[in-house]
């Protein structure tokens, strides 16, 4: 089987899906519409609208549905009438791909022409995993909305919209099962989806890790080490993320490895997958090697927080009056004993002039009436 790549430039979906496809010669690239003579019976032809080329129109495409799946890769933007009769007649399938989806590895796409090279369709994968997973038990809705689009259920919010379920009931019910976070939930399912699309489907573990929505292999290590290590009782980790746990470990140390460490695990997957029998997949996510460089690990961490002195003294003045110099900065150190600020000194001029003026009356009212007294003159 061919995929045909439709697409003004060699970048983005041409690079990704020719990375992911085993065999040699697996994707062609189009700068036009593909000619029906190089079509074969079962081949895929994926047509990226945002970087469609000049002079492609879906007239064109519409006659090779008939001997190949379409797929119309959409963007952020509107989708043209024509691509979109296309689409409701059947004769090709959309697949949305926004900014996000494009930086990370178009997923979607990968996804979408695993699910057309084999596997089973969601309900029956839904069935699947409930029956090999007691541990699911009552969480049935939530399931089988991962298994209808696991590639877009990223967070509680994406699969509480998916199940059409209040995301308050999603936590709750992720909670009776010893769930601790719905997070949680979400990689056990990935994981036993993985293992039923490998037992019981033959797909290829590759095949299988797109399927469901895994294209950065480290960081679902880290979320799944994290869900282990937060409920621990609510699922069988060990039992069911073996063979999965063992192909992530495979690509993580290949990837430090040179030229013989990959040959070595690329032929232990060719023999692991005849092995088991497997059904043939053409499209999978290869395990390349990488420079090990030696360096600081640079982190930027961004939190909101409040700075609080060690010490806290409440200052508490005599008299009234109006500040006219602060003499301290604030966060400077003080001593006991140092001013802080100075007070306006006028009112308080007046005020001791005018105490001193009324104790004078005072005298005089005094010494007036004691000369009026008799013998006093």
């Known amino acids: 089987m061919t995929v045909h790549v439709v697409a003004d430039s060699r970048t983005g979906v ?70 979109l009769a296309l689409i409701a007649d ?60 696991p590639v877009r259920i990223r967070i509680p919010t994406d699969l509480a919209r998916a199940a059409g379920i209040d995301l308050d009931i999603v936590k709750r019910l992720c909670q009776a099962r010893g769930y601790q976070r719905v997070e949680h939930f979400l990689c056990a399912v990935r994981l036993a989806i993985h293992d039923c699309l490998m037992a019981r489907f033959g797909l290829h573990s590759c095949a299988a890790w797109t399927r469901v929505g895994v294209t950065d292999r480290s960081n679902f290590r880290r979320q799944l080490a994290r869900a282990e290590s937060g409920s621990r009782s609510a699922f069988d980790w060990k039992r069911v993320g073996i063979a999965s746990l063992a192909v992530i470990l495979a690509a993580s140390l290949c990837a430090g490895c040179g030229s013989g460490g990959r040959e070595a695990g690329a032929e232990a997957t060719r023999d692991s997958s005849s092995a088991d029998g497997r059904a043939d997949s053409t499209l999978a996510l290869p395990v390349v090697g990488a420079l090990v460089r030696r360096g600081d690990l640079v982190l930027s961490v961004r939190a909101t927080g409040a700075v609080r002195a060690e010490r806290l003294v409440t200052l508490k003045v005599e008299t009234q009056g109006t500040v006219s110099e602060v003499l301290v900065r604030p966060g400077q150190r003080v001593d006991s004993g140092q001013a802080l600020v100075r007070l306006d000194p006028r009112p308080l001029d007046l005020a001791v002039r005018e105490a001193e003026g009324a104790r004078l009356d005072r005298e005089r009212a005094t010494g007036r009436i004691l000369r009026t007294l008799p013998g006093r003159r």
């Open 90 to 149: 059947g004769a090709a399938h959309l697949v949305q791909c926004d900014d996000g989806s494009r930086r990370d590895g178009y997923g979607v796409v990968t996804s979408a022409l695993a699910a057309f090279l084999g596997g089973p369709a969601p309900d029956d994968l839904a069935r699947c995993v409930m029956g090999c997973e007691p541990a699911f038990n009552g969480l049935g809705d939530l399931v089988a909305a991962v298994c209808r689009d």
């Open 14 to 83: 041409l690079a990704a899906l020719a990375k992911a496809c085993r065999e040699p010669g697996g994707v062609s690239h189009w700068h036009a519409a593909p000619r029906c003579a190089r079509i074969a019976s079962g081949d895929a032809i994926v047509v990226d609208l945002v970087d469609l080329p000049r002079g492609v129109r879906c007239l064109e495409v519409a006659p090779l549905a008939d001997r190949a799946a379409v797929f119309v890769l959409s963007g952020e933007g509107a989708v043209d009438a024509g691509w």
